[in-house]
């Protein structure tokens, strides 16, 4: 069973960083699966902010790009976000997601989310 269990949320002023992490299990961390983040705040819909291909490609959200960076630590089984330079516009729930299968497929694995608050 696949679970992606989330953390390194929490508040920080505007401009300051955070780091989240995704620790992934229940299926094997180095095939070929895409990985990313959505973000949802209250009253908006879901967002996607960050994905990794199996093959290291990534793509951001033109919001959060120069900003942001995913990255992915295969022996670790852990995905991250480095968040910097954070906006009030940034705060929202984070979820890790796993697609099920490339990033053109759909995304039927979420984790919990964790809470990001920016204050101005």
């Known amino acids: 069973q696949v679970q992606l269990v989330e953390s390194g949320g929490g508040s920080v002023q505007a401009g300051g960083s955070l780091r989240l992490s995704c620790a992934a299990s229940?299926?094997?961390?180095?095939?070929?699966?895409?990985m990313g983040w959505f973000r949802q705040a209250p009253g908006k819909e879901r967002e996607e902010v960050a994905t990794?291909?199996?093959?290291?490609?990534?793509s951001y959200a033109h919001s959060v790009k120069g900003r942001f960076t995913i990255s992915k630590d295969v022996a670790k089984n852990t995905l991250y976000l480095q968040m910097n330079s954070l906006k009030p516009e940034d705060t929202a729930m984070y979820f890790c997601?796993?697609?099920?299968?490339?990033?053109?497929?759909?995304?039927?694995?979420w984790g919990q989310g964790t809470q990001v608050t920016v204050s101005s």
């Open positions: 997601v796993r697609f099920r299968g490339d990033c053109n497929t759909d995304v039927p694995y």
């Open positions: 990794r291909e199996y093959d290291a490609t990534t």
């Open positions: 229940g299926y094997t961390y180095s095939a070929a699966y895409c």
